[in-house]
């Protein structure tokens, strides 16, 4: 059997890996196979399902969780893509910022700790934080790794093509394209822009992923094993690409706030990418005809549902019939197929 894929980001590879390993003959179009202008090249790499998940769309949370199980076998078999299953700390500065948080621990059901019994899991939190929940579940894996051991279980079968039209490729083809697959095939999907730091000082500041909110600014900081630090993400309404005074000001100002010794960091990247929203910001993974299969609209959660998605649309081009795990992600919800 012969596939193409439209799109070498995260979720095309991984769809292209899972077929090549059912001896599937893929092909994996994208302009740029061996360049960094997907939204994984600037995400953290969070694998957040609680604290992604939240109130959003109820049925996405058993496929963030599924695929959240199957990231340690997955991450294990790509090899160094800097799995690491430390936990993440989401913590709270100030009243209000707990009492927003308190929602969301509860929904995940996290134990809540005093501010005292966060710094002892993480002494460089500030003095002022009142509050935290630890999710031991919660890890990251190295995006930027996961890509290259992905393209490297793909290689030769990655070719440098920008396709503007399904009509010219011939076959069963998978559109795994980010925000570019609403141009490919009319289904709602608009780039919602994430402005992301790179911060980098001595290794072992943080041990933990945390997750809070200073003052109303929420921000991430995932700490890497070498001494590098994200600092995410802005999430604006917006396709530019521009890095903004207020868009920094509030990432750091957030960062610092909650971690002071950060200030002795040095600002290494700042980066811009665009997430594939679709109406209810859950994705869209489904058949839209008897030829194309879609795979696109992960926003918040591309790194962390690459695994589920790589193979449930194997067994969908496979079998001809799609998991129930499917049912609420078709693009039919949106009147499509
Ligand atoms: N998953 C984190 C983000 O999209 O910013």
Redesign the pocket.
């Known amino acids: 059997m012969r596939v193409a894929v439209v799109g070498g980001g995260i979720i095309g590879l991984a769809i292209g890996r899972e077929l090549l390993l059912h001896g599937v003959d893929v092909t994996v179009y994208d302009p740029s196979p061996e360049g960094t202008d997907g939204a994984w090249h600037v995400?953290?790499g969070?694998l957040?399902p609680g604290g992604?998940s939240a109130f959003e769309f109820p049925y996405l949370e058993p496929l963030l969780e599924a695929s959240n199980e199957l990231w340690p076998t997955y991450a294990e078999r790509l090899g160094n893509v800097g799995y690491d299953d430390a936990g993440t700390l989401s913590v709270a500065l100030t009243a209000d910022d707990l009492a927003e948080a308190r929602r969301e621990w509860a929904h995940q059901k996290l134990t809540v700790l005093t501010g005292s019994q966060a710094r002892d899991l993480e002494p460089a939190l500030s003095p002022r934080v009142r509050a935290g929940a630890f999710a031991a579940t919660e890890r990251q894996v190295d995006p930027r790794k996961v890509v290259a051991a992905l393209r490297r279980e793909l290689a030769g079968r990655i070719v440098h093509r920008h396709v503007s039209d399904l009509s010219g490729i011939e076959g069963r083809v998978v559109v795994a394209a980010g925000c570019g697959t609403a141009a490919l095939t009319g289904l709602p999907i608009r780039p919602v822009k994430?402005q992301v730091l790179r911060l980098r000082g001595e290794p072992g500041l943080l041990k933990h992923v945390i997750d809070g909110a200073a003052d109303g600014r929420h921000v991430?900081l995932v700490p890497r094993a070498d001494g590098e630090i994200v600092v995410?993400?802005t999430?604006e309404e917006r396709s530019d690409r521009a890095i903004t005074a207020g868009g920094v000001h509030d990432l750091l100002r957030a960062a610092l706030d909650l971690v002071p010794g950060l200030a002795e960091h040095e600002i290494t990247e700042w980066t811009v990418g665009h997430?594939p929203g679709t109406p209810d910001n859950a994705p869209i993974i489904g058949a839209l005809d008897d030829r194309v299969i879609v795979a696109a609209g992960h926003?918040?959660?591309g790194?962390l549902l690459a695994p589920i998605t790589a193979r449930l649309v194997a067994g969908l081009v496979l079998t001809g019939s799609a998991d129930p795990l499917l049912e609420a992600f078709s693009p039919g919800r949106f009147g499509c197929a």
């Open positions: 995400a953290a969070m957040a992604e994430g991430y995410g993400a999430q997430r926003h918040r959660n790194v």
